[in-house]
């Protein structure tokens, strides 16, 4: 009897302890929990995650010209590398081949490729407005740059007044001869691009003012060096010493016609648009009488900027406006090495 009120009392006190057991572990989740000396839980609200997501990911732009065979448009592709390595962000130029299908083609690389933006320099005003149309479908901002793109839905343009340019080196030339009563030819940029139709524009403004002065003949060259210097051999041919005056609509073009009535021993004054290196240098000996400086650092840092501030969710305005500067004999010192 003993025995077995001695098991009986072993059974109790084995059934208390389970007992007290369950109860303190009555809170625990199930799957259990913390170990019994793991520190309380931080109940504090951790920092807001930084601007990145905290990826530290660089922002990504990319940028597509018309061309990157000239001087001018090489002059923004290095000046956004330039700026790019200086603002830590990811970068990439194409060379659109003065063909609109390769720059939407490229456009949607970008897109694919995950850009945060994208800048435009449009080889045409219309059928590049589906690079824009591109762009938005996918929610990145598109910057205009230097050429512009007939489309509402652009969210900035970068850029210098290309009617101006047209109006400044015509009038430039008016004063040079100090009459208006002379015949010229005149080189044009690729047709249908913004700066070949603005450019012409202003030159047309001036000339509907001077109606003493001839327009012996009048076609594009498309921004091309070579090109220019053959349709000059075939004015020459045609028009002899009737041309008095050389208006081109960029400097390339005006060198390959100064190249041409060279061979050819005439002494005709050229005048262009851009100040590329060769033009200043040209100026200088004579060899043009003015070009028409455009800023290419200006236009692109500019069009960069807008783009990172639109990143950002910051405001932009829709046009910026980056002032022409005549180069001549006397100022040319001051545009050496200048882009």
Wanted: proline content about 4%.
């Amino acid at each position: 009897m003993k025995k077995l009120s001695k098991v009986l009392a072993m059974l109790l006190a084995a059934a208390m302890m389970l007992f007290v057991l369950a109860a303190c572990g009555g809170d625990q989740p199930s799957g259990g929990g913390a170990a019994p000396d793991a520190p309380p839980a931080d109940t504090t609200t951790p920092d807001a995650p930084p601007a990145d997501g905290g990826s530290g990911e660089k922002l990504k732009i990319g940028a597509t010209f018309y061309s990157l065979q000239n001087e001018f448009t090489m002059r923004m592709d290095n000046a956004a590398k330039k700026w790019a390595e200086e603002n830590n962000v990811e970068y990439v130029g194409y060379d659109g081949q003065y063909d609109a299908a390769t720059q939407l083609s490229q456009v949607e690389t970008m897109i694919t490729n995950g850009v945060d933006a994208i800048i435009l320099n449009p080889h045409d005003a219309d059928a590049c407005a589906a690079c824009v149309d591109a762009a938005v479908a996918a929610g990145i901002p598109i910057i205009g740059v230097n050429t512009m793109v007939n489309s509402p839905d652009l969210t900035s343009y970068v850029g210098s007044q290309d009617v101006s340019a047209g109006e400044d080196i015509m009038n430039y030339m008016i004063d040079y001869l100090g009459r208006d009563d002379f015949n010229i030819v005149i080189i044009e940029g690729p047709m249908g691009q913004s700066a070949q139709l603005q450019r012409f524009e202003g030159i047309s403004n001036v000339l509907a003012e001077h109606p003493n002065i001839t327009t012996l003949d009048c076609n594009t060259a498309n921004w091309s060096r070579s090109e220019a210097m053959t349709l000059m051999e075939t004015w020459i041919a045609t028009h002899g010493d009737k041309i008095d005056a050389v208006i081109a609509e960029n400097d390339e073009m005006a060198l390959g016609a100064r190249e041409a009535l060279k061979a050819a021993q005439m002494d005709v004054p050229c005048i262009g648009v851009d100040g590329i290196t060769d033009a200043v240098t040209a100026v200088r000996d004579g060899d043009m009488i003015a070009s028409d400086f455009q800023n290419a650092e200006g236009q692109m840092t500019g069009a960069l900027d807008a783009a990172v501030k639109c990143i950002n969710g910051e405001s932009v305005e829709k046009e910026i406006w980056i002032p022409f500067e005549m180069i001549t004999p006397e100022n040319y010192e001051e545009f050496v090495g200048r882009y």
